[in-house]
C-alpha cells in the first residue's frame, strides 16, 4: 500500500521568511496530493492540492511542486505570518479509484513574530 | 467553514464499552470517509461510505463498523473499546468518491479509559 513520509517534523522561521515542507511517496499510481492545515483542536482544513498532469500550482502565498519522477512534492509559503502557525498534514490518494488519503505524520510549523 | 458536523464533540468510555459516533456531510456530498487521528499524528483512513455501501477500508479490525443512510449522514461504531482507541475521530465527506476533494468535520475526541 501507499506510504508517505514528510518532513520536518517541526520547522520554525522567522515571521516574513518562507517555509517548505517535504513529503514523498511510495505508490505511483498515486494522482492526487492535497494539504491541509490544521490548528490546534480544529479540524484539517484543505489549503491546496495538485494533482498529477501538472507539476505546480500557485495560490497566493502557498505553492506546491511535485516530481513524479521522484515521487515528492513540496508545500511552499512565502511570506510566513504568525497565523500560519499550525500542524501541516500531506497526503496522497488515486484519484477516480475512490480510494482513502494516506496521510503524512505531519510538520509543526511555527512562525516567530 | 465547511458544513460537516460531528457529534458528540467529546466522549469518555471504559474498555469493553461501546460507542457510535455521529457525521452529517456537507450539503450535496454523497461520500463520507472515516478517519482516526491519535495525538500528534496525522489521520488513519478507516473506511469510506458511498450511496449507503462501504466503498473502501484501511487496515481496521471488524469492531469497527459503520453506515450510510439516505440522507448520507453517517456513524462510526467502534465495540469492545480498548485504551489505545483513545483519539479523535474525524469524518469528511465529498461531492462523490471519485472526485477526491475531502472537507474534514470538527472531530469527536474519544478517551478510553
Known amino acids: 500500500g501507499e506510504n508517505v513520509e514528510q518532513h520536518p517534523s517541526t520547522l520554525s522561521v522567522q515571521e516574513g521568511d518562507s517555509a517548505v515542507i517535504k513529503c514523498t511517496y511510495s505508490?505511483?499510481?498515486?494522482?492526487?496530493f492535497p494539504w491541509y492545515k490544521q490548528e490546534l483542536g480544529k479540524r484539517p482544513q484543505l489549503i491546496i492540492d495538485?494533482?498529477?498532469?501538472?507539476g505546480e500550482k500557485k495560490d497566493q502565498r502557498i505553492a506546491v511542486t511535485l516530481n513524479k519522477t521522484a515521487k515528492h512534492f513540496s508545500l511552499h509559503i512565502t511570506e510566513t505570518q504568525p497565523e500560519d502557525s499550525a500542524v501541516y498534514f500531506c497526503?496522497?490518494?488515486?484519484?477516480?479509484?475512490?480510494?482513502?488519503?494516506?496521510f503524512g505524520p505531519g510538520t509543526r510549523l511555527s512562525v516567530l513574530p | 467553514e465547511t458544513g460537516v458536523t460531528q457529534s458528540p464533540t467529546h466522549l469518555i468510555k471504559t474498555r469493553g464499552q461501546q460507542v457510535t459516533l455521529r457525521c452529517s456531510s456537507q450539503?450535496?456530498?454523497?461520500?463520507v470517509s472515516w478517519y482516526q487521528q491519535a495525538l500528534g499524528q496525522g489521520p488513519q483512513f478507516i473506511f469510506q461510505y458511498y450511496r449507503e455501501e462501504e466503498n473502501g477500508r484501511g487496515n481496521f479490525p471488524p469492531r469497527f463498523s459503520g453506515l450510510q443512510f439516505p440522507n448520507y449522514s453517517s456513524e462510526l461504531n467502534v465495540n469492545a473499546l480498548e485504551l489505545d482507541d483513545s483519539a479523535l475521530y474525524l469524518c469528511?465527506?465529498?461531492?462523490?468518491?471519485?472526485?477526491?476533494?475531502?472537507?474534514f468535520g470538527p472531530g469527536t475526541r474519544l478517551l478510553v479509559l
Open positions: 469528511a465527506s465529498s461531492w462523490d468518491y471519485l472526485r477526491e476533494t475531502q472537507y
Open positions: 495538485i494533482r498529477s498532469n501538472v
Open positions: 505508490d505511483s499510481a498515486s494522482n492526487y
Open positions: 497526503a496522497a490518494s488515486m484519484e477516480n479509484y475512490g480510494q482513502n488519503f494516506v
Open positions: 450539503s450535496g456530498h454523497n461520500t
